[in-house]
T-cell receptor
């Protein structure tokens, strides 16, 4: 079945460092891909999405490009801030139900 | 303000005592679903509903029930909770299927002792 694999955390960075969180997927057909972010004590929020190959989603300085040839959707940010500390989930929509299938999440901790 | 509201936020209960977690959305969304979040497993779908009176099982439905009598409400019912249902639960809604942006509630931390 469809699945998402993302890098294990936690990822600890200093403020202004470059961030990459890897995400790869397995899917039949042509899924839409998402990154959701979960700040401490809160529910998930959509960070960005891409609906077809070569699309780039971007928001709040974060970017991810839908790479069909490598089945990847890596999240990047050029300069992280302490306020970016959160859990990041890669996800895809799969199957006839259009349900979201999540990766296990990556905890990002940014230190001042 | 567009939102998904879950109640309660925290709940400690005993094995076998029936409980209901409520979920309400004010965005007129058709699609609603319940997830549980467990360490190392990410979020797994319990049940979903594509519209009023239409519900179906997700990946981990055992031990749970849902109903969708009105568009805005989608309660999660645990008829006889067990300790393996201790988890963080999220309700989510979207306009039509999860291909559109999903809005999540703040979560319900359930502990079954």
């Amino acid at each position: 079945g469809d699945s998402v694999t993302q890098m294990e955390g936690p990822v600890t960075l200093s403020e202004e460092a470059f961030l990459t969180i890897n995400c790869t997927y397995t899917a039949t057909g042509y899924p839409s891909l998402f990154w959701y972010v979960q700040y401490p004590g809160e529910g998930l929020q959509l960070l960005l999405k891409a609906t077809k190959a070569d699309d780039k989603g971007s928001n709040k300085g974060f970017e991810a490009t839908y790479r069909k040839e490598t089945t990847s959707f890596h999240l990047e940010k050029g300069s992280v801030q302490v306020s970016d500390s959160a859990v990041y989930f890669c996800a895809l929509t799969g199957g006839a139900t259009n349900k979201l299938i999540f990766g296990t999440g990556t905890l990002l901790a940014v230190q001042p | 303000e567009a939102q998904v509201t879950q109640n309660p936020r925290y709940l400690i209960t005993v094995t076998g005592k029936k409980l209901t977690v409520t979920c309400s959305q004010n965005m007129n969304h058709e699609y609603m679903s319940w997830y549980r979040q467990d360490p190392g497993l990410g979020l797994r779908q319990i049940y979903y509903s594509m519209n009023v009176e239409v519900t179906d099982k997700g990946d981990v439905p055992e031990g749970y029930k849902v109903s969708r009598k009105e568009k805005r409400n989608f309660p999660l019912i645990l008829e006889s909770p067990s300790p393996n249902q201790t988890s963080l639960y999220f309700c989510a809604s979207s306009l039509s299927g999860m291909n559109t942006e999903a809005f999540f509630g703040q979560g319900t931390r359930l502990t079954v002792v």
